[in-house]
T-cell receptor, first 113, second 112 residues
Framework: DTAVSQTPKYLVTQMGNDKSIKCEQNLGHDTMYWYKQDSKKFLKIMFSYNNKELIINETVPNRFSPKSPDKAHLNLHINSLELGDSAVYFC????????????FGPGTRLTVL | GQSLEQPSEVTAVEGAIVQINCTYQTSGFYGLSWYQQHDGGAPTFLSYNALDGLEETGRFSSFLSRSDSYGYLLLQELQMKDSASYFCAVRDRGGATNKLIFGTGTLLAVQP
């Protein structure tokens, strides 16, 4: 029944490590997104993929590398983690012509120590 | 660019009506969306207004005035479970792609 799922839900790691977050949607949507929500709850888009093709890259440090093996999956790999990367990362999906109506995953709370 | 302004916090009592305002500045406007996010949860789509006027969905209604670059979310018969953050959002068309720009969110506290 889960529409958009993410793993893991919590991630605690040391500075300098590399980690990945996985996202899957079973809604049949063409477009998937990664958002970062900081401690002040500001929700900002990082990346967007349409049918496996990167269409939005919001000046995110190149330590962040998204990958979409197919249109139902979007993963996020982060290299050399920094303290400032601590946040909640949300995956979302929508139909390509329904950007305003997005379905979000449960989020991954990343804590960098 | 786009910017959206919302009050940071609103407090109301159970059973009351509360209105959460959103003013926006955009270079091109398609419509205004509203999302709800409970503490520790994911944003959930509530409503979308592309045209002026009031859209009602149960206890929640959303209003848009394009000429005033203004909209609001109206919550009636407030319940404790309505305590959450509410975000307005507009679509930004950058080049050939669309993305959602979210407001800073309004934390609604419903008190007994």
């Amino acid at each position: 029944d889960t529409a958009v799922s993410q793993t893991p839900k919590y991630l605690v790691t040391q500075m300098g490590n590399d980690k990945s977050i996985k996202c899957e949607q079973n809604l049949g949507h063409d477009t998937m997104y990664w958002y970062k929500q900081d401690s002040k709850k500001f929700l900002k888009i990082m990346f967007s993929y349409n049918n496996k093709e990167l269409i939005i890259n919001e000046t995110v440090p190149n330590r962040f590398s998204p990958k979409s093996p197919d249109k139902a999956h979007l993963n996020l790999h982060i290299n050399s983690l920094e303290l400032g990367d601590s946040a909640v990362y949300f995956c979302a999906s929508s139909q390509v012509d329904s950007t305003d109506t997005q379905y979000f995953g449960p989020g991954t709370r990343l804590t960098v120590l | 660019g786009q910017s959206l302004e919302q009050p940071s916090e609103v407090t109301a009592v159970e059973g009351a009506i509360v209105q959460i305002n959103c003013t926006y500045q955009t270079s091109g406007f398609y419509g205004l969306s509203w999302y709800q996010q409970h503490d520790g949860g994911a944003p959930t789509f509530l409503s979308y207004n592309a045209l002026d006027g009031l859209e009602e969905t149960g206890r929640f209604s959303s209003f848009l005035s394009r000429s005033d670059s203004y909209g609001y979310l109206l919550l009636q018969e407030l319940q404790m479970k309505d305590s959450a953050s509410y975000f307005c959002a507009v679509r930004d068309r950058g080049g050939a792609t669309n993305k959602l720009i979210f407001g800073t969110g309004t934390l609604l506290a419903v008190q007994p």
